[in-house]
């Protein structure tokens, strides 16, 4: 679908049987996401997979360190959600004043062989992530990085390993 709005709603629990995230925007256009609250996920809070021209605004993630205790998903930190937003490879999105925390990675444009391209974060906060803060990243295997990524006004806090992590093809 396109052109749809999610607006304040309390969402929590993914499925961890799955590779499943608690909002999961695919092969879609024009969305518009804002006030959202998501809570103990082990995978993700926000994907935004192969879908262009998104918006998510006011957003709170916190994976409230879930951990994969009887999840038959592996996630890639056991301890904690893996990502709350991500362009999954995705172009020309706009996440603007959300709010992650205790994730493993807060906000991610990422390619594979399709390259991300134009998204921008906008007065972002990320606490307390575990591996990332911000990044521009390939899943690796010949994947290209993304392009003209801005990233501006945005707040890490108590990351892990980086603040903000881009990285080349």
């Known amino acids: 679908g396109a052109?749809?709005?999610?607006?304040?709603?309390?969402?929590?629990?993914?499925?961890?049987?799955?590779?499943?995230?608690?909002?999961?925007?695919?092969?879609?256009?024009?969305n518009l996401m804002e006030e959202n609250e998501l809570y103990d996920m082990?995978?993700?809070?926000?994907?935004?997979?192969?879908?262009?021209?998104?918006?998510?605004?006011?957003?709170?993630?916190?994976?409230?360190?879930?951990n994969d205790s009887g999840c038959g998903y592996p996630s890639i930190n056991p301890n904690?959600?893996?990502?709350?937003?991500?362009?999954?490879?995705?172009?020309?999105n706009i996440f603007e004043n959300n709010?992650?925390?205790n994730s493993n990675a807060a906000f991610f444009s990422q390619s594979t062989t399709i390259r991300s391209v134009g998204n921008k974060f906008y007065g972002n906060v990320a606490i307390g992530a575990k591996a990332e803060s911000f990044g521009n990243s390939n899943s690796g295997g010949g994947a290209l990085a993304g392009q003209d990524t801005v990233f501006e006004n945005d707040v890490s806090i108590n990351s892990g390993n980086f603040g903000f992590r881009p990285a080349s093809s």
């Open 99 to 101: 709010v992650s925390e």
């Open 80 to 92: 904690a959600g893996d990502e709350d937003y991500i362009a999954y490879p995705s172009s020309n």
């Open 42 to 66: 082990h995978r993700g809070g926000f994907l935004i997979y192969q879908s262009n021209n998104n918006t998510l605004r006011r957003n709170y993630v916190n994976s409230r360190n879930r």
């Open 3 to 30: 052109n749809n709005t999610l607006r304040r709603n309390l969402l929590y629990f993914n499925n961890c049987n799955n590779n499943s995230h608690i909002v999961s925007v695919e092969n879609s256009t024009g």
